[in-house]
């Protein structure tokens, strides 16, 4: 099947400071990128959904100066989560989707902000 | 809004057990139902999907079947092994799974030997 990187797996910052998630689909060219966070025992929630070479989708809630998502090639989207405080803490996971209409996943990386 | 339902966890069963996750959702129409599973340390992966009323998807032994009228998708095994043992995510869309999904928040499920 197609394989989704994330990069890191995990990261720990200080409050204030920005982070950047890379999320890369190896194998196929991914037109859509979806970005999701995850609570601990809780459901995976949308939190935006980016087109290549296009300004990303945010759902209801999101803060899109806040949670920065750059799409710019078929194979690589970004989150930046700007000026970070602990209540970003949490676990990101991004998805891919090409010619063959289903959502490929990555890993997920771990957010520690301190 | 569209919302899914599963049963809490975690779920503990030895090899050879039966399994069953149950999923409830709430949509308006007719939306696509999927299970994910995640194994440690991976990605989600779409275990099997079901695109209108009584249609029943299959995946490794894993079956699932679209109930309209108790608006359920509950996931079934007849004998699990200790490799099914993962996060199991039901969702749904209202296309198929390269649009927007709507995930329950999942149910871990351990087999021991």
């Known amino acids: 099947g197609a394989v989704v990187s994330q990069h890191p797996s995990w990261v720990i910052c200080k409050s204030g400071t920005s982070v950047k998630i890379e999320c890369r689909s190896l194998?196929?060219?991914?037109?859509?990128m979806f970005w999701y966070r995850q609570f601990p025992k809780q459901s995976l929630m949308l939190m935006a959904t980016s087109n290549e070479g296009s300004k990303a989708t945010y759902e209801q809630g999101v803060e899109k100066d806040k949670f920065l998502i750059n799409h710019a090639s078929l194979t690589l989207s970004t989150l930046t989560v700007t000026s970070a405080h602990p209540e970003d803490s949490s676990f990101y996971i991004c998805?891919?989707?090409?010619?063959?209409?289903?959502?490929?996943f990555g890993p997920g990386t771990r957010l520690t902000v301190l | 809004g569209d919302s899914v339902t599963q049963m809490e966890g975690p779920v503990t069963l030895s090899e050879e057990a039966c399994l069953t996750i149950n999923c409830t959702y709430t949509a308006t129409g007719y939306p696509s139902l999927f299970w994910y599973v995640q194994y440690p340390g991976e990605g989600l992966q779409l275990l099997l999907k079901a695109t209108k009323a009584d249609d029943k998807g299959s995946n490794k032994g894993f079956e699932a079947t679209y109930r309209k009228e108790t608006t359920s998708f509950h996931l079934e095994k007849g004998s699990v092994q200790v490799s099914d043992s993962a996060v199991y995510f039901c969702a749904l869309s209202r296309g198929t799974s390269y649009g927007k999904l709507t995930f329950g928040q999942g149910t871990i499920l351990t087999v021991h030997p």
């Open positions: 998805s891919a989707s090409g010619g063959r209409r289903e959502q490929f």
């Open positions: 194998d196929f060219q991914a037109t859509t």
